[in-house]
C-alpha cells in the first residue's frame, strides 16, 4: 500500500453542502463565524455557498453578501458554487475567483436537478464554464453521480470518462468526481481514479467528493489517495446530502478526513483538533449529534512525530 | 488495488464484545433468538459468550446453558472467548469446538485487564492454549491492543510479531490482531499484516479485530482484505467496544462489513438485508440508535450481477 506521500488539500464544504437541506437558517454572522473557524483550523479550501436561486435554497440567500464580507485569509481559497450564467455574474461582481460548476452523469438525477437531460446539462454548463475561464476564475468541473445513482444504478465509466475529457478539453483547473448516493466502493474508486488519470489532461486536478452513506467514505477517500488523488471535499461534522437524493445523507467529516490523513503520514494543514469546538457549536445549533467521529473520542495518545504509517505498530 | 478475490469469513461478536459493556441484560432466550437471526442472515461465525466469571460480565453468566441450548447449523462455527484454564474446562465441558484467547500487547492494558504483565499474561495463557489443542478444539489467539494502546500510545511492531510467532509455534490455527482502541490506520494494519505473514507458520490464519472509533474501521478492513487477510470481526449493529478502554466503542458493524466485502466482489455468505431486522430489534432493546450505517438507508439499487468492482462506475 502506498502513494501516501505529500500534501493533501481538504475542501470543506459545511456552509454549502453542509447547511443546504438544513432548515434551520444560519444567520451571515453565524456563517461567518464557522468560516472563521474553518479558517482558523487551518482549512485551506472553503465553499462558502453557491450562488443559485434563493427560491431553490433559501438557506443560500446571502452568497454574495459573505463574500463582500468575508476577510480572506492568506492561503485560503474562497470558492463557491454557480449553476448558470446568473449565477456566474453574480460571483463575479462580488470578486469570487474560484467556481465549482457541475453536470450529473445520471440522465435521471440530472431531469430531477436540473429538467435537462445530460447532455443538455453539458450543452448548459460550458458557455459558462468558458466565460468564468475567460474572466481568470480558476473553475472545478464537477460530475454528480458519477459512482452511482440512486435512481439509475450502476453509470458507465465511459460516460463519466467522456464528460470529464470534454471538460479537461475547455481547460478547467480541476474535475471532481462525486459519489452524491453514498454508493461508491473503494475498489471503484481507486480504478475510476486511474482511468480518469489517464484520459484527462496532466494539467488538470483531480478530486474527489464522498458521502459516507453507507460507511464507506473514508475507505473510499484512502482508495482515492492510493491512486494519486491529493484534493477531497469534506464538511465539519459530516453534515450534508444532496437534497433531491434523500437517502444520500452525509459528506465524509472533515475532522475525520483530516485525522486520517495525518495518521497515514499526509499533511492537510488542519488541526483537527480545533474542529472539535465549532462541530460542537453545530451540534447545539442543529440540536443533534452529527455524524463525524474524531470529534467525539479522546484524541490518539501520541505526538505527530510519532505518526510514520509503514513500521509503526 | 488488488487482492479482491475469493471468499472473506465474518465472525460475528454481538453476543460477546458488543453485549459485554451493556447494562441492560439480555435473557437467554433473547440470545438464542439473535443467534438465530444471525444464522439465518448466513454469518458463519458466531462469538456466543464468553467463559469468564460473572462477577466480573454479568452479562456473560449464561455461556454454558447457551452452548447446551443452541442448535448447530451445518456450516456455522458457534466460538467463545476464555480467559483461563477454569474457562476452558467450562468450554470443553459444554462441547465447543472452536475458542478464543488472547493477551494485550501493551503493559498498561495488560496489567488493567488481567493484573499481569505481558510476558505473565502469554505464560498464563500458554498451557490452557496447549490444553485447548490436545482437547482437539480449534484455537484463535489475540494480541489485542495490537494496533496502538489508549494508555501508552504506540506498540512497537516487532512486540507483536513476538507473540504472534509464539502463538503460531504453539499451533494454534488462527491469530487475531485486535485494534481494542480503535487507534489504528490503513497504512499500518496494510503493513503489520504483511510483515505477520512473514513471520508466522503459512498453517496459521489471520484475522482481524476492527474497532470503528475513530471512523477508519472500514477502511482498515479493506487494508487488511489488500493484504489478504480474509477472517475479520464485527458485531451486529457495529456494538461493542472494551469495558477496560473507555473510549475504544465500537466494532465495525457485521451489516457494514458484509456490504463492503459484497461491494468489492468479495462473498461473505452474508444476506445484509436480512440483518436489517435484527439491528433494529437491537435498537430497540437498548433504546439507541447503533452506529452501523447500512441498515438505516435505502439498498442500493442494483442487482448482484452487477457487481463486479474493476470497470463497473
Given at each position: 500500500m502506498h502513494n501516501f506521500r505529500g500534501s493533501v488539500l481538504i475542501e470543506d464544504e459545511f456552509l454549502r453542502d453542509g447547511l443546504q437541506?438544513?432548515?434551520?437558517l444560519f444567520t451571515i454572522e453565524q456563517k461567518l463565524n464557522f468560516l472563521s473557524d474553518l479558517e482558523n483550523a487551518?482549512?485551506?479550501?472553503?465553499?462558502?455557498?453557491?450562488?443559485?436561486?434563493p427560491k431553490w435554497v433559501?438557506?443560500?440567500?446571502?452568497t454574495d453578501e459573505l463574500f463582500t464580507r468575508l476577510s480572506p485569509h492568506d492561503g485560503v481559497i474562497y470558492t463557491a458554487l454557480v449553476l448558470n450564467k446568473v449565477g456566474l455574474d453574480r460571483a463575479l461582481a462580488v470578486g469570487v475567483k474560484h467556481l465549482s460548476m457541475s453536470v450529473s452523469a445520471s440522465e435521471t438525477h440530472s431531469m430531477k436537478n436540473t429538467n435537462r437531460s445530460v447532455d443538455e446539462a453539458r450543452a448548459a454548463i460550458a458557455p459558462t464554464i468558458e466565460k468564468a475561464l475567460g474572466e481568470g476564475v480558476s473553475v472545478r468541473a464537477g460530475i454528480q453521480s458519477?459512482?452511482?445513482?440512486?435512481?439509475?444504478g450502476k453509470i458507465p465509466v465511459d460516460r463519466v470518462i467522456d464528460i470529464a475529457r470534454s471538460f479537461s478539453s475547455m481547460g478547467v483547473q480541476e474535475i471532481n468526481i462525486a459519489d452524491t448516493a453514498g454508493l461508491a466502493n473503494p475498489r471503484q474508486v481507486f480504478d475510476i481514479c486511474l482511468r480518469l488519470r489517464d484520459a484527462i489532461s496532466s494539467d488538470t486536478k483531480l478530486s474527489l467528493h464522498l458521502h459516507d452513506t453507507r460507511g464507506l467514505g473514508i475507505a473510499n477517500m484512502v482508495a482515492g489517495l492510493q491512486a494519486g488523488v491529493r484534493i477531497f471535499d469534506a464538511a465539519l461534522g459530516g453534515l450534508g446530502g444532496c437534497p433531491f437524493v434523500p437517502e444520500a445523507t452525509g459528506n465524509i467529516a472533515t475532522e475525520d478526513a483530516a485525522f486520517a490523513c495525518e495518521q497515514l503520514g499526509?499533511?492537510?494543514?488542519?488541526?483537527?483538533?480545533?474542529l472539535r469546538a465549532p462541530v460542537a457549536k453545530a451540534e447545539a445549533m442543529l440540536d443533534r449529534r452529527l455524524p463525524g467521529r474524531v470529534s467525539h473520542v479522546p484524541t490518539p495518545p501520541w505526538q505527530k512525530d510519532e505518526l510514520v504509517g509503514a513500521g509503526v505498530g
Open positions: 437541506n438544513e432548515s434551520h487551518g482549512v485551506k479550501r472553503i465553499q462558502v455557498g453557491s450562488f443559485v436561486h433559501p438557506q443560500m440567500v446571502d458519477a459512482l452511482g445513482c440512486g435512481f439509475e499526509l499533511n492537510t494543514g488542519i488541526d483537527w483538533h480545533a
